[in-house]
Structures are given as structure tokens and as C-alpha cells.
């Protein structure tokens, strides 16, 4: 700014006999420059806010990804420092990809998504506090990628529910995506035990029954994964896809053939594929996690984390997932929903009980 005040001073000094029409036209330069380091300014405000913070991570999950093919000794400490690092050098990245951008040159190859894929992985997440709904969408289209949601009707952190009309944007946007979206059971039903006489004990989380064991017959059962299709199409007009996650994973032959029967086939996850984000952010601090997810994940498998969780002190999704993602990315990995998963393609067909 001070640059184009002084180029307009200067301008006027130099011919104080200028006619109107040059007045005029020197005006319309310093409206030029002015305008011109307006948006220097804006641009210089916009890599301090959400661009800075996602290059801070990119950068710390290309490291961690580096570290992770290291000595298990070695790999936790500069993963630790990977996520730790001061902004100045993460200012630095960003930056570097900036001066490249405005000269016209490639970026760095790390910052580049790999035009091969080493493997896939399916992130998957499960509602929760929602408390981290707004970041993980974001982070999915900042890097194109497509994942497969879980659905319950949570309480959340807004004080309303995740199936509430409330949410119908929110659901609407990720359909419109492309991402993959399945069931949960409506009211967070933990599978306590089969039941007699073919009955199934759960606990719901949520609803008129919260904190309490209910007996379900198998029929019932299938309600509960079957209500949250119900409430998908009212928020969205879309059907869900035909799969379901039991609440905490928990499920035995009978909850199976129950789903089974009413179209529905349970997704699980890969041992490596267990974020953590549940466990204490004490005994479990987010570069271990992050570390761990980078050093274990292999081409198939399928990752799971929540939408928030209201018992973690340090939430998972801000400090993990942007270097999750680039780190899988760097280590040439792709992503994709449950939809091409080799498991489930015939779940995906139209002879498919489900709707």
C-alpha cells in the first residue's frame, strides 16, 4: 500500500501543469495499484488462515510418512516432531509452493497427488459429537477424496441430533459428493448379547431407551439399522447404501443374518485401520496415533474414526487427519468408498434386497 501511495505522489509531481484528461489517467494507475496490493494483502491474509494450517499438516504427514518407513525407535520421535513443528518452517512450505505458483513453475512433487496408486484405502467415519463434522468434509474435497459415512442419530455438540432436519444440508452435501453413507442403528444399539429364544440384548445409546438392555427380536433388529434409512430419505431423498457398522463393532452370527435378511451387509475394519481417536488422548496422544496409522495401513484396508468424540480431551481430526491423508498420499496410496471394495462389490448390485 505504501508502494502505490508513493508511485501516485510521485506521478503528480512530475507534471503539476497535467491536464484533466492526464490527471484522470493517473488516477485510474494508482486505483490500479491500489487494487493490485489490496489483493497481495488478501492473499497474504488467506495463507495465515485455513491454507497455512493445511499446509502446517500436509507437511507434517508427509514427514510422518518418511518416518514411518524408519526403526520403530526412531519413527515415534519424528513423528512427534513432525506434528510438533513450529509454524515458521511450515510458513516456509507454504510459502515456497506460493513463490512457485505466482512464477509459474510445478509445485514441489510432495505437495502433488500421485498419479499411480500403490493401494487403496477406505476411510470410513462413524457419527458422534459431530463436533468435527465441518473439518472432515472439508479436508475430503480440499484433497478430492471419497469416503463411506456411518449413521446414527447422535446427540451432538450443537445440542441437537445428527438425523435431525438440522442436519439435512450437511447430509445433502456429502450425497452430492459422491461419498458412500450406510447404517449405524438408529439409537446407537451396542449388541450386549443374543438373547433366549432367539432374541437379541443391545443398549442403546440414545432414545427412549438410553443406558438400558432391551431384547430384540431379529426382525426388531433390522428395524433399527432400517430407521436410519427412513430418516436418510426424509433429510436427503436418497436411499442408503446397503451396509451397516454395529456400534462398537460388536455383532454375532445371529445380528448378522438379522441385517443380512433386510439387505444389509456389516463393515467391520482392518486391524490397522482402528484410529484410536476412543482411547485416551493421555495414554494415547495423537502423533502416537498418527504414527501408528501410517506405519500399519496396507492396500485394502478399510480405517475408521469419529465424527467427534465427546470423551477425548484432544480431539482427534484437527492434528490427525489432514497428515493422515497426505501422508497415505505421499506413501501412494489412493482412496475410495466402500463401493469398490472388493468385499462388498456384490453388496452394491441391483439384485440387492435392499432398496
Not at 173 to 194: C, I, P, Q, W, Y
Not at 217 to 246: M, N, S
Amino acid at each position: 500500500m505504501k508502494a502505490a501511495a508513493a508511485l501516485t505522489v510521485l506521478a503528480l509531481a512530475a507534471s503539476p501543469a497535467m491536464s484533466a484528461a492526464g490527471q484522470a489517467g493517473a488516477n485510474d494507475g494508482a486505483r490500479e495499484l491500489n487494487d493490485a496490493a489490496r489483493a497481495a494483502n488478501a492473499h497474504a491474509r488467506s495463507l495465515n488462515g485455513p491454507a497455512r494450517r493445511a499446509a502446517e499438516a500436509k507437511a507434517a504427514g508427509i514427514a510422518a510418512a518418511a518416518a514411518a518407513a524408519a526403526p520403530a525407535a526412531s519413527a515415534a520421535a519424528s513423528a512427534t516432531a513432525a506434528v510438533a513443528a513450529p509454524p515458521a518452517s511450515a510458513a516456509a512450505v507454504v510459502a515456497s509452493a506460493t513463490a512457485a505458483a505466482t512464477a509459474g513453475a510445478k509445485p514441489q512433487p510432495a505437495l502433488l497427488h500421485h498419479s499411480a496408486c500403490k493401494g487403496t484405502i477406505y476411510l470410513t467415519f462413524d457419527t458422534g459429537s459431530q463436533s468435527q463434522a465441518g473439518l472432515i468434509a472439508d479436508t475430503l474435497n480440499r484433497h478430492k477424496i471419497k469416503a463411506t459415512f456411518f449413521l446414527a442419530n447422535e446427540k451432538t455438540v450443537n445440542g441437537d441430533y445428527s438425523l435431525d432436519p438440522s442436519w439435512s444440508a450437511y447430509w445433502k452435501a456429502r450425497v452430492a459428493e459422491g461419498h458412500a453413507v450406510g447404517s449405524h442403528t438408529f439409537d446407537h444399539d451396542v449388541l450386549a448379547k443374543d438373547g433366549a429364544n432367539g432374541t437379541i440384548l443391545v443398549k442403546p445409546g440414545f432414545g427412549a431407551h438410553a443406558g438400558k438392555i432391551i431384547s430384540l427380536t431379529p426382525a426388531q433388529y433390522c428395524e433399527e439399522i432400517k430407521r436410519v434409512d427412513q430418516r436418510f430419505v426424509e433429510l436427503t431423498g436418497k436411499h442408503l447404501d446397503p451396509i451397516w457398522r454395529a456400534p462398537a463393532g460388536r455383532t454375532t452370527p445371529r445380528t448378522l443374518a438379522a441385517a443380512q435378511a433386510c439387505g444389509y451387509a456389516h463393515v467391520g475394519w482392518a486391524p490397522a485401520g482402528f484410529s484410536g481417536d476412543e482411547l485416551s488422548s493421555t495414554a494415547y496422544p495423537n502423533a502416537v496415533l498418527l504414527q501408528k496409522s501410517l506405519r500399519d495401513l496396507r492396500d485394502g484396508d478399510i480405517f475408521v474414526a469419529h465424527m467427534g468424540i465427546w470423551s477425548r480431551k484432544e480431539a482427534w481430526a484437527p492434528a490427525n487427519l489432514e497428515p493422515l491423508i497426505s501422508g497415505l498420499e505421499q506413501k501412494g496410496y489412493c482412496f475410495a468408498t466402500l463401493r469398490e471394495h472388493p468385499d462388498y462389490l456384490s453388496q452394491f448390485k441391483p439384485s440387492s434386497k435392499h432398496p
